[in-house]
């Protein structure tokens, strides 16, 4: 898959333009100029305002924002043996880490097949998460915009101040070689991995450099569990982290006690969360990645996303690891945002588009098609007796699937 460079201003028609900030324009475009948006309207009235434009003609689709994958895992493969129990699943996964019997081929394999599931499903920004860098090479090669979060665990390490410090160092010095569209940020892996003391100071650390900073949060019962009574499948697992913690009455609670919440954090999950963890976040402007394939798929529940977006909690949807998804197909995601989160479609594109942008502190650049915004956006094929405005949403969602995305834009270069 080759980009190419679009030299002059190219102009992008489509039979919808669904700028998801605005109404959607019917026989719309969008006039591209290097790496932005440099205007949107009508078609015909684009045509004769920008006559020496390249003109590409994406007709009976709708041309829309990139999706915004808010949380995955690029290395953690499908596995037909995965437990749907949370914590036995979570066992497995920390078990088959330290045995680390993937070579490099494999994970090279497993990392461009999530990637190739991402951009064929109108994927154009991710979050990804991962112990190793490998997807990074691979982000920078395929042209998506991401956030790539190092994972650390930190429960192993003799020297935890340094141990901090040096990462936080080694994350600014390595960020010079990735362009703009790359953002590296740090992942404690979560609050039961990550010793309390060394959480406070990442958080703090990444707040002073302007690292993006992301976590699993109140994903599971047994992480209730853990921090209510120091008890359950999870503290079996982590003996050590058992004597570290105070008491909390639940996960955003401990995180709250220990200045880690803020708008610069981006929590994943969020399922077991009452209704005084729910304000805690919305009053620290806490971002969360609503995933619920993946929740469902573990049999932990669903997030109560409806009384977060009443809270206004920004919230942006993710895929998790395909070993907890099945594939990276976001056409999945937001159909399973439809279904376990009860939300109206076009409440699903808003976070999958720019509530995603927002939860990722990207929404002055991309998550919906305005001027000036980078142009990132993707045509899906629609049926041939066309569909009216109001039923593009509940198309996109009920109906969107891989083979009908005729196009992707990341940064004003064609994906494919
Ligand atoms: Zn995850």
Not at 14 to 39: C, F, H, M, R, T
Not at 317 to 337: E, H, P, V
Request: positive net charge; glycine residues 6%.
């Amino acid at each position: 898959m080759k980009r190419r460079s679009l030299s002059k201003q190219t102009l992008l028609s489509a039979a919808w333009v669904y700028p998801v900030s605005q109404k959607p324009i019917s026989n719309g475009a969008l006039l591209i100029e290097k790496d932005k948006i440099v205007d949107i309207g009508l078609q015909k009235e684009l045509e004769k305002r920008y006559p020496r434009s390249k003109k590409i003609k994406l007709k009976n689709s709708i041309l829309l924002p990139g999706f915004v994958n808010t949380h995955c895992h690029l290395v953690h493969d499908y596995d037909e043996k995965a437990s749907r129990d949370f914590s036995t699943w979570f066992k497995s996964m920390v078990s088959s880490v330290k045995k680390n019997k993937k070579t490099s081929k494999d994970l090279k394999q497993i990392v461009k097949k999530g990637l190739n599931e991402l951009i064929h499903s109108g994927v154009t920004t991710v979050a990804d998460s991962g112990p190793t860098d490998f997807p990074l090479k691979q982000l920078k090669k395929r042209g998506l915009r991401a956030i790539f979060y190092q994972e650390v665990f930190g429960f192993t390490e003799a020297q935890p101040d340094k141990f901090s410090k040096k990462i936080i160092e080694t994350l600014k010095q390595n960020q010079e070689s990735y362009p703009d569209r790359i953002r590296l940020g740090l992942a404690p892996h979560s609050p039961y991995t990550m010793p309390t003391k060394m959480f406070r100071d990442l958080s703090r650390l990444c707040l002073q450099e302007k690292i993006p900073l992301t976590t699993h949060v109140a994903e599971s019962k047994e992480e209730t569990l853990f921090f209510q009574k120091g008890k359950g499948a999870l503290a079996e697992l982590f003996p050590g982290r058992k004597k570290q913690i105070a008491r909390a009455k639940s996960s955003v609670q401990y995180l709250s006690a220990n200045r880690v919440l803020g708008s610069h954090l981006l929590s994943a999950h969020c399922v077991q969360v009452d209704s005084k963890d729910v304000s805690l976040l919305a009053n620290k402007d806490v971002n969360v990645s609503f995933c619920p394939t993946s929740n469902q798929f573990l049999n932990v529940g669903t997030a109560p996303v409806h009384e977060l977006l009443k809270r206004k909690v920004t919230v942006g949807l993710g895929t998790d690891g395909a070993s907890t998804s099945g594939s990276l197909n976001f056409f999945q995601t937001l159909r399973d945002a439809a279904l376990l989160g009860r939300l109206e479609c076009d409440q699903v594109i808003r976070l999958a588009t720019l509530g995603g942008a927002t939860a990722m502190g990207m929404e002055k650049e991309i998550g919906s098609l305005k001027k000036g915004k980078k142009a990132d956006c993707v045509a899906i094929k629609i049926p041939k007796k066309g569909l009216e405005a109001k039923e593009l949403s509940s198309y996109l969602v009920w109906k969107g699937q891989s083979k009908d995305i005729l196009f992707s834009m990341v940064n004003g270069k064609v994906l494919f």
